[in-house]
């Protein structure tokens, strides 16, 4: 019987490698007790990392520096997720899901069974922007970060759930992190009195860091044909020299974006608007959804106050950002060696 299994073993490799398939990994993987997770773009690595820490690894589909909006499905891009135990989307690009259609069908199982489109979770909360639904981006606000956290325990939970206690230490840490995050968010708006300011934004995206900043976005850029209208640049000149706008919000996406550069530069140098360069799809080299959140508070807030007050208040966020950020660093720290100590 032995023998038999290993022939029908070697039969399916030597299939497989005339076919020119690569071997799935899913089996191997989570029985080697390693969960493998793919994300479509960046960012969400910011996300699902403090969830499977210890537990997994997670390799995102396409990098930081690629606009996704207008990628096309490469064979690293399809061989990532095949060797994945499950594929985490976005939901609003197409070739996602075309990428989890091709990998389901050559794993015979369904679409929703190896992979999770957080733009159909309950609960995600989706922002209207210009009368419409604006998926872009939506991610980024803390608590649908939250509700993606959860899921992906609970999905990972299925498939091993030896892996409880792990999992669900994990989500209380992000949990926790979560709530700290808005409560600074709170205090910063509270302390420069910035709510329901008007801003205008580069792409769909940044709404949702305006949005978690409590501000208001007045006016958008570029819009889905991903070009700068000569209307939507006329009145970005306006709400600026105007005083309407308190700073064009600018996400790693939009300046991807063919002629975006030299539109800001352009628009900066006429009107001195002050410009917040945030992240919304690459992570930059930052590994937490928290940090990279007060990050683009820094940027937000240092663009805000260094129309309204002094250079040194702008500076001042910055300071508050950073300390922020290192007591978090000593707290997990002390965290982890007490862990080690106790075992």
């Known amino acids: 019987m032995l023998f038999k299994k290993a022939n029908f073993a070697i039969i399916a490799i030597i299939l497989f490698s005339l076919a020119g398939l690569r071997i799935p990994t899913i089996f191997s993987s989570l029985e080697n007790g390693i969960v493998r997770v793919s994300v479509s773009i960046e960012i969400l690595k910011s996300i699902i990392s403090p969830i499977i820490s210890g537990v997994g690894e997670i390799h995102p589909i396409i990098s930081g520096d690629i606009e996704p909006h207008s990628f096309t499905l490469t064979p690293d891009a399809i061989d990532i997720a095949r060797e994945s135990d499950l594929i985490i989307i976005t939901g609003h690009m197409k070739w996602e899901e075309d990428l989890v259609n091709q990998v389901a069908k050559e794993r015979g199982v369904s679409a929703d069974s190896i992979s999770i489109n957080i733009l159909n979770l309950n609960g995600i909360r989706i922002l209207n ?3 419409e639904r604006n998926i872009h981006g939506f991610w980024l606000l803390p608590d649908n970060a939250l509700i993606i956290a959860k899921e992906i325990k609970e999905r990972l939970l299925k498939l091993k759930p030896e892996l409880s206690e792990k999992l669900s230490d994990n989500y209380e840490a992000f949990e926790k992190k979560i709530s700290n995050l808005k409560i600074f968010l709170h205090n910063l708006l509270n302390k420069y009195d910035l709510y329901n300011r008007s801003v205008a934004i580069g792409f769909y ?7 978690s900043m409590g ?37 790693d996406t939009a300046l991807l974006m063919e002629g ?3 539109a800001l530069e352009k628009i900066s140098k006429e009107t001195g608007c002050p410009i917040a360069y945030v992240l919304t799809v690459s992570s930059n080299g930052i590994e937490d959804y928290d940090a990279i959140m007060y990050y683009n508070a820094g940027q937000v807030y240092g663009a805000l ?7 040194s208040s702008s500076s001042n966020i910055y300071l508050l950002v950073i300390i922020f950020l290192l007591l978090a660093i000593i707290f997990e720290t002390a965290l982890f060696f007490r862990g080690r100590i106790r075992l």
């Open 215 to 251: 501000l208001k976005v007045a006016h958008l850029l570029i819009g889905e044909e991903e070009s700068i209208r000569p209307e939507s640049l006329r009145r970005i000149y306006e709400g600026f020299k105007s005083g309407e706008f308190s700073c064009i919000i600018v996400s």
């Open 205 to 211: 995206a940044e709404h949702y860091i305006a949005e």
């Open 305 to 311: 106050l260094s129309k309204h007050e002094a250079v």
């Open 260 to 262: 975006i550069q030299n």
């Open 129 to 131: 922007l210009n009368g």
